[in-house]
């Protein structure tokens, strides 16, 4: 049996219209409505979406759960080309939207390493088969429920096929709310445990960098004093994170391990250009003391250098 679920729209008479009730078990998370009754539709109602549609899934009856809403265009067909995907082996089938935001991903790309593996982690429309959650504990807001299944499923394939909306989407959270959602998430996952680890490696690193610089600045020129300092920070700090920060990550073998040691460095340059750049942007057109301009170009390299390196040098 085949379960989809549905969270109540206003247009979801017409897309149910369209589907054999007798073939499928069809769960729609909210109250009762007139435009649905005696289309052999469960309703389950709780305090919010979320914890409707979480009882939803965990009453229905099916093998395979589909999550859809009312904005679905070719809904059987839609239906079709996911279960086809679940039975040549995927244990989750994502619906790949047009309209997805580019920033929204990034960020929960950095977040979540798991959710890098699909192009629309935050897609309301997807099929899973019941054992990926049989033991994960979910507690997601609204309908996005999907990034918790990836970040806590158990599950070994996943693919995703193209699904046509109809107009803007919306969320029943306030962006806010979410992204205090997705950071408390990030914690439990470890990922703001990583962006602190980094942040220790760094402050090393800078101690280093300056401790050389101090010990060659009157044995040897100053460029080369500089050069070295800068280096050997950079080289320590590329070990640091590759033995502690991101163990996790990377692929085996000392090949791998000069790639990113290399993308480590190539990253690490153009965080340095920031920092100059902001330097002396803040001194010569604001007037900012050189050591407070330095401080915001430093922070702003940081912040750069852990996207670059979470989401490219290290990246899983």
Same mark, same amino acid.
């Given at each position: 049996?085949?379960?989809?679920?549905?969270?109540?729209?206003?247009?979801?008479?017409k897309?149910?219209?369209?589907?054999?009730?007798?073939k499928?078990?069809?769960?729609?998370a909210?109250?009762?409505?007139?435009?649905?009754k005696?289309?052999?539709?469960?309703?389950?109602?709780?305090?919010?979406l979320?914890?409707?549609?979480?009882?939803?899934?965990?009453?229905?009856?099916?093998?395979?759960?589909i999550?859809?809403?009312?904005?679905?265009?070719d809904?059987n067909?839609?239906?079709?080309?996911?279960?086809k995907?679940?039975?040549?082996?995927?244990?989750?089938?994502?619906?790949?939207?047009?309209?997805?935001?580019?920033?929204?991903?990034?960020?929960?790309?950095?977040?979540?390493?798991?959710?890098?593996m699909?192009?629309?982690?935050?897609?309301?429309?997807?099929?899973?088969?019941?054992?990926?959650?049989?033991?994960?504990?979910?507690?997601?807001?609204?309908?996005?429920?999907?990034l918790?299944?990836?970040?806590?499923?158990n599950?070994?394939?996943? &693919?995703?096929?193209?699904? %046509?909306?109809? =107009? @803007?989407? *919306? #969320?029943? /959270?306030s962006?806010?709310?979410?992204? +205090?959602?997705?950071?408390?998430?990030?914690?439990?996952?470890?990922?703001?445990?990583?962006?602190?680890?980094?942040?220790?490696?760094?402050?090393?690193?800078?101690l280093?960098?300056?401790?050389?610089?101090w010990?060659?600045?009157?044995?040897?020129?100053l460029?080369?004093?500089?050069?070295?300092?800068i280096?050997?920070?950079?080289?320590?700090?590329?070990?640091?994170? &590759?033995?502690w920060?991101? %163990?996790d990550? =990377? @692929?085996? *073998? #000392?090949? /791998?391990f000069?790639?990113?040691?290399? +993308?480590f460095n190539?990253?690490?340059l153009?965080?340095?250009?920031?920092?100059?750049?902001?330097?002396?942007?803040?001194?010569?057109?604001?007037n900012?003391?050189?050591l407070?301009?330095n401080?915001?170009?430093?922070?702003?390299?940081?912040?750069?250098?852990?996207?670059?390196?979470?989401l490219?040098?290290?990246?899983r």
């Open positions: 049996m085949i379960s989809i679920i549905f969270p109540y729209g206003l247009k979801l008479a897309i149910i219209d369209l589907l054999d009730t007798e499928y078990e069809i769960i729609v909210g109250s009762p409505h007139k435009s649905l005696d289309k052999g539709v469960k309703f389950i109602k709780e305090s919010n979320a914890t409707s549609l979480l009882k939803c899934i965990r009453e229905s009856k099916g093998e395979y759960i999550m859809l809403n009312d904005r679905i265009k809904v067909c839609c239906i079709d080309e996911m279960v995907k679940a039975e040549n082996g995927a244990d989750v089938v994502i619906g790949k939207r047009g309209d997805k935001s580019f920033i929204a991903r990034m960020f929960v790309n950095l977040l979540f390493p798991k959710s890098r699909v192009d629309d982690p935050l897609s309301e429309i997807f099929l899973i088969k019941k054992d990926v959650i049989k033991n994960a504990r979910l507690h997601p807001i609204g309908n996005k429920i999907l918790e299944i990836l970040a806590k499923g599950y070994v394939r996943v &693919e995703e096929v193209p699904v %046509k909306l109809k =107009g @803007k989407g *919306g #969320f029943n /959270e962006y806010s709310n979410y992204s +205090k959602h997705l950071l408390k998430m990030a914690w439990k996952e470890g990922e703001i445990k990583r962006f602190i680890k980094f942040g220790i490696v760094g402050g090393i690193a800078v280093l960098n300056e401790f050389l610089l010990l060659l600045i009157n044995k040897i020129f460029a080369f004093a500089g050069l070295i300092s280096e050997t920070s950079i080289i320590f700090s590329f070990l640091l994170n &590759e033995i920060t991101f %163990k990550r =990377g @692929k085996k *073998g #000392f090949k /791998e000069l790639k990113r040691m290399g +993308k190539l990253a690490s153009f965080g340095l250009i920031i920092n100059l750049f902001i330097l002396l942007l803040l001194t010569t057109l604001f900012i003391h050189p407070k301009a401080v915001a170009g430093i922070a702003a390299a940081f912040i750069w250098n852990f996207f670059a390196h979470n490219w040098t290290w990246y």
